[in-house]
């Protein structure tokens, strides 16, 4: 009777190591899972989880202190596009450099599916191409644009765009880039850029 108690015994507390072993393992993998987890994969996971273009809107925190909200339509490898919910005067889009995002906001539902084992691509060529290129687009399509700035809100046309930086002709929004118009040009490095307003 004694032997069948020891054994018993020896039997819970092997399960219970085991069981320890298990679970350990478990939250190895996962802070792993985490240590790899992007802000980009984050935002991507949340989108995924809606659909571009859905119902879905998000609060972005920016690096200036500014809180927008807005609808995601495209996310590039370093930049997000969206259209700006509550602007008043219809539909402005805007494209938003991942390093000026200070935070975004998130309900309960957000916030999980956020951490969902998502891969970080679906393999879209779109979600390889970087914020320069997107510079280079909107120079070449000659957009008129609004750029919020650590300087402040300056507001013209792209006129070049180099490896680190763009040249901006300086205009007031709504004219068109023509010399009378211009009143001077401006070199922005790309890190001073916190939002991009199409105009």
């Not at 320890?20 to 935002?43: C, G, I, N, P, V």
């Not at 919910?85 to 957000?110: F, K, M």
Request: glycine share 8%.
């Amino acid at each position: 009777m004694r032997w069948d108690d020891l054994f018993d015994d020896l039997e819970g507390q092997l399960e219970r190591e085991l069981h320890s072993e298990a679970t350990d393992l478990r939250l190895k993998e996962e802070r792993q899972r985490l240590d790899k987890l992007s802000l980009r994969t984050r935002l991507s996971n949340v989108v995924r989880s809606v659909g571009l273009g859905g119902a879905l809107q998000l609060r972005i925190v920016l690096v200036s202190g500014e809180t927008i909200v807005l609808r995601p339509t495209t996310l590039g490898r370093d930049w997000l596009a969206a259209d700006l919910t509550g602007a008043g005067n219809g539909r402005v889009q805007c494209v938003i450099p991942l390093s000026a995002i200070a935070g975004v906001v998130l309900n309960d539902e957000q916030y999980l599916a956020s951490l969902a084992v998502e891969s970080e691509s679906t393999g879209k060529l779109i979600e390889r191409v970087a914020f320069p290129f997107v510079l280079r687009d909107l120079c070449r399509r000659r957009r008129s644009v609004e750029l919020a700035t650590r300087g402040g809100v300056l507001a013209g046309t792209i006129d070049r765009v180099a490896r680190d930086h763009l040249d901006l002709a300086v205009h007031p929004l709504g004219t068109l880039r023509r010399a009378p118009e211009v009143l001077h040009y401006r070199l922005v490095p790309f890190w001073q850029i916190h939002v991009i307003r199409l105009g």
